[in-house]
């Protein structure tokens, strides 16, 4: 592995400033990226994947009243106290993202090739007619058929996954060092989320970039990524290779998860794993550890004292007081 | 026992909610300084207009030529006008004027759009004829149909309230229909009909009281521009014949001498934009009030 | 595109419709017999059956109704007793100022609207946006005549720097044109001004908060451009649509306030038409105004789908 990582987030805090108080959606999320890595982050909706995964950029800023903690390191630059007109130059061109819904991340009123071309030209020095030749070319290697043609149609007139590789050719216009994929594949039809997945996993061998993969779905992260962080309320709760995740979850979220996966092997008559509850709002995060509320094992300690992020062993860490006994590990560790 | 806890349970969460609902309408009442504001000064215009005559010594049409157009001084607050009338009392009987018939062409447009945009929605013939005929009413710019109006009729109070509401009808209809066209598809509302209850009961008892919050909004929008639109027509000799007192005439009288008395235009100017302004404040904060959702979006972007 | 246009100018003929009967009856609320209203009260029984003969008024009121629409499809409006003249040619005689007045107080709105409206937006929730809301406020609740009185009052008596009343034709020069018409301009323009404010303010906060805003902020693109090429084209639909309609606001706002400003346009002709019972003028200014305004809302309409590719496609 390199010795200097591609992306190095420390102790992030994310907070909304509201008409209600101060709302922290990300509470001290930690991790790095090496290049050519792909990350996977893991949680329901509502867990501050997002926020986090904007707040690397700062794209919340020009919307919202927010205020960052913490540091975010990118090829040995702190993103969180540059100005933003030196963010701008890494943005698109260095770190570039992809969104959910790539109907709506697409500007209606302009074709795609004229919306490539803008990127292009935003952080190239090359003319139209080469940036338009380039624009072609990143659609061609995105596998969209007769990229001659598609350049000049507008948005709505492609199929649902024709817009998301669209999307990614912009993206990539500009070969970034890292990508931030925020759910690219939700509002896509499973096959073509397959197909989405399989062109972002080529990407990444092909042009060595690192990928930072946003999901809700653990199926998709066991497919692309090497590693997965587990987040709850705005935290990290688990943080583990990809295969470890799977075979030895250690903490009770990650579990449930894991449970309420809906198998194909499995019994049909079996009833499919719920966690209890419902996700808390971030407005009033529970005192203690944030998952209390609703884990099966919680007891006093866990309602009154927030646990600490603990590594069991070089490659998996939780944050849970009672891992230990839950998975039998007593004297193992 | 359990589902007696648990009903005790619904009950009192629901009275919890309640209550916490009406705290929080009694909040968002407060934070409302449209609202608050916009009713105030709507209020003492009101309340001025009515009582107002008592504080004047002066009648609204005794003429005194030899006071005619003096400058605001303390026997004549406002200045006299060109009849040496005192401008004061002329602005305060004018305002009773002006805010009367605001108000009723509100009151008339709101309760004649009432019925035809509701009825409308319930007969298909009805709603092809009625909405062709709002569609053509609409498209003749509004003032120009007034003055028309105005010129066939013969200038009258009365005659200013027909033909503003002829003008503010079909607009108002027009969103009523709207409103009525949601409602209707409400799956209770179905229900309802499957239940066999009459055309007349679900219209009244249902789909009226949902049309109220846009209307009542519409209304107080249509009070502003019915004031405007009255002191426009008045202003151009179409409307309130004199000497009966409008703000409207008074800026007509107060054209003539623009060059010798300019309190003549300012104050009864001044009074048109502050009730206008007072009413638009009103109008705002009530649709921000009666539906929260529109400003919650707005907040959250 | 083209079913498109079909369907929409189709759509019309139910509107003119209503619009020509509605304009048809005007003469035919008057309390009494129209003739003798027309001729006033010292009237012979004669003449006033002479004028019921001229103007077709002693025949079944469809008749007469069938006989005027007739007409005017063949474009004659009718003849105005009171200036011995077709009401085409008195109406061609007056539009020109009350079009340039309307036209001035649009460019005018615009060009102080979209900016502030824009700006606004963007700094939504800070003291910029609270004062031009404020005063847009302020401007919504200022009638155009009252404001031309006010200007009249302070720019042309007490400051004396544009001329007070009057009019002069374009052909006499640009500036002789215009100074006597800014005063006018800026009373009509006000409110409209106002309004786009607010209108572009609330379309440019919704397109902002769009997930392609995002992509392009997240491109590196600057503020400018996110705003003025991504947010704005989006925006502006919308305001189109407000322009549109309030363009027939304007019409009418220039009527009133051609009156104060003495300028003989549309407004001039109509009033005195009321004064001299000239129904055939009112029926004829009312009539061309509502069908400038349809005509406008229609052609804003079409524009759409050069302006929106999402319009322009699906209605091939």
């Not at chain 3, 200022?142 to 052909?171: D, H, N, R, T």
Request: charged content about 15%; glycine content about 8%; some cysteine.
């Amino acid at each position: 592995m390199n010795s200097v990582p591609l992306l190095e987030v420390k102790n992030l805090k994310t907070h909304f400033h509201t008409e209600r108080g101060r709302v922290t959606a990300v509470n001290g999320v930690s991790f790095t990226i090496n290049k050519g890595e792909i990350i996977g982050i893991v949680g329901e909706s509502g867990c501050g994947k997002s926020v986090m995964s904007q707040s690397i950029i700062r794209l919340l800023e020009h919307t919202d009243s927010i205020e960052y903690e913490g540091e975010v390191r990118f090829d040995n630059q702190e993103l969180l106290s540059m100005p933003i007109s030196q963010l701008r130059a890494i943005r698109g061109d260095e770190i570039a993202m992809i969104f959910q819904d790539p109907l709506s991340s697409l500007n209606p009123v302009y074709t795609i090739g004229n919306q490539i071309v803008e990127v292009l030209r935003q952080h190239q020095k090359i003319s139209k007619k080469e940036a338009h030749k380039k624009a072609i070319e990143v659609l061609r290697a995105t596998g969209i058929p007769s990229p001659e043609i598609r350049v000049n149609d507008y948005p709505h007139q492609l199929s649902g996954g024709m817009q998301q590789r669209a999307m990614i050719a912009m993206a990539l216009s500009c070969e970034p060092k890292l990508l931030i994929a925020d759910e690219p594949t939700t509002a896509l039809d499973v096959t073509i989320q397959a197909q989405i997945i399989e062109l972002i996993m080529e990407l990444n061998r092909t042009m060595g970039m690192g990928v930072l993969f946003i999901t809700h779905d653990l199926g998709v992260v066991s497919e692309i990524c090497t590693s997965v962080k587990v987040m709850y309320l705005g935290q990290i709760v688990e943080d583990t290779t990809t295969e470890r995740l799977f075979a030895t979850p250690l903490h009770p979220y990650t579990q449930g998860l894991i449970k309420s996966i809906p198998r194909m092997d499995g019994n049909r008559h079996e009833k499919l794993h719920v966690i209890e509850g419902t996700v808390p709002s971030i407005a009033d995060i529970p005192r203690g550890c944030s998952f209390s509320t609703r884990c099966p094992y919680a007891d006093e300690r866990c309602f009154n004292e927030e646990p600490l992020m603990e590594k069991v062993n070089a490659e998996h860490s939780v944050k849970c007081w009672n891992y230990a006994a839950i998975n039998n590990l007593e004297g193992r560790a | 026992m359990i589902t007696l806890q648990k009903k005790e349970d619904i009950a009192q969460i629901s009275e919890r909610l309640k209550k916490e609902q009406r705290t929080l309408r009694f909040r968002r009442l407060k934070s409302n300084y449209g609202l608050l504001i916009g009713a105030t000064i709507i209020i003492l215009l009101i309340v001025l207009a009515i009582i107002g005559p008592l504080f004047t010594p002066y009648g609204p049409y005794g003429m005194k030529v030899l006071d005619r157009l003096l400058p605001p001084s303390a026997d004549h607050w406002l200045g006299t006008d060109e009849f040496g009338r005192d401008l004061f009392t002329r602005i305060i009987y004018g305002a009773r004027v002006s805010i009367s018939i605001g108000l009723i062409v509100a009151l008339l447009s709101s309760f004649l759009g009432l019925i035809i945009g509701v009825y409308a929605t319930y007969y298909k013939i009805l709603d092809h004829i009625l909405m062709r005929i709002c569609d053509g009413l609409i498209a003749i710019p509004g003032i120009l149909l007034a003055i028309a109006l105005m010129a066939a009729l013969g200038a009258s109070s009365f005659n200013v309230i027909v033909a503003l509401t002829v003008v503010f009808t079909p607009n108002i209809a027009r969103i009523v229909r709207s409103t009525a066209l949601v409602v209707r598809e409400q799956t209770y509302i179905e229900a309802m009909h499957a239940q066999g209850a009459s055309n007349s009961r679900i219209i009244w008892l249902h789909i009226v009281p949902n049309t109220l919050s846009p209307l009542l909004v519409q209304a107080t929008f249509v009070f502003a521009e019915a004031i405007i639109s009255e002191a426009a027509l008045s202003f151009l000799g179409a409307g309130i014949p004199a000497p009966e007192a409008s703000w409207g005439n008074i800026l007509q009288a107060g054209k003539l001498v623009i060059y010798k008395a300019w309190w003549m235009v300012v104050f009864p100017g001044v009074a048109i934009i502050i009730s206008v302004l007072s009413l638009n404040l009103f109008g705002d904060g009530l649709r921000d009030y009666l539906d929260p959702r529109v400003k919650l979006k707005q907040k959250k972007s | 595109m083209l079913a498109y246009i079909t369907k929409r100018l189709l759509s019309l003929i139910p509107v003119l419709f209503v619009v020509t009967i509605a304009i048809f009856l005007i003469i035919h609320i008057t309390p009494g017999a129209p003739a003798a209203v027309i001729l006033g009260i010292e009237a012979s029984e004669a003449e006033i059956e002479a004028l019921n003969e001229e103007l077709g008024l002693n025949r079944p009121i469809y008749e007469q109704y069938f006989n005027w629409v007739g007409n005017l499809l063949k474009g004659d409006l009718g003849q105005s007793i009171s200036m011995h003249q077709p009401v085409g040619q008195a109406i061609a005689e007056h539009i020109g100022p009350t079009l340039s007045l309307a036209i001035l107080a649009q460019i005018i709105a615009l060009i102080l609207a979209i900016p502030f409206g824009i700006i606004a937006a963007y700094k939504r929730g800070t003291a910029v946006d609270y004062s031009l809301m404020g005063v847009s406020l302020l401007g919504m609740a200022i009638p155009s005549f009252l404001l031309g009185l006010l200007l009249m009052l302070v720019v042309g008596v007490k400051l004396q720097w544009l001329p007070v009343a009057g009019y002069e034709s374009l052909s006499n020069g640009l500036w002789a044109h215009l100074q006597y018409l800014i005063l006018p301009g800026i009373s009509l323009g006000t409110i409209q001004a106002a309004l786009i404010t607010r209108m572009t303010r609330s379309s440019m906060l919704e397109v902002l908060n769009l997930n392609y805003i995002k992509t392009a902020r997240s491109r590196g693109l600057s503020e400018t451009r996110v705003l003025l090429k991504h947010a704005f084209r989006n925006a502006f639909l919308p305001i189109l649509t407000v322009i549109g309609q309030t363009f027939g606001v304007l019409v009418t706002g220039a009527v009133v306030v051609e009156s104060i400003f003495n300028i003989p346009g549309l407004g001039q002709l109509i009033l005195n038409s009321i004064a001299r019972r000239d129904f055939a003028v009112i029926q004829g200014v009312v009539l061309i105004v509502t069908v400038i305004y349809v005509g406008l809302n229609l052609i804003i309409d079409l524009l759409y789908g050069f302006v929106d590719p999402r319009v322009r496609l699906d209605r091939k």
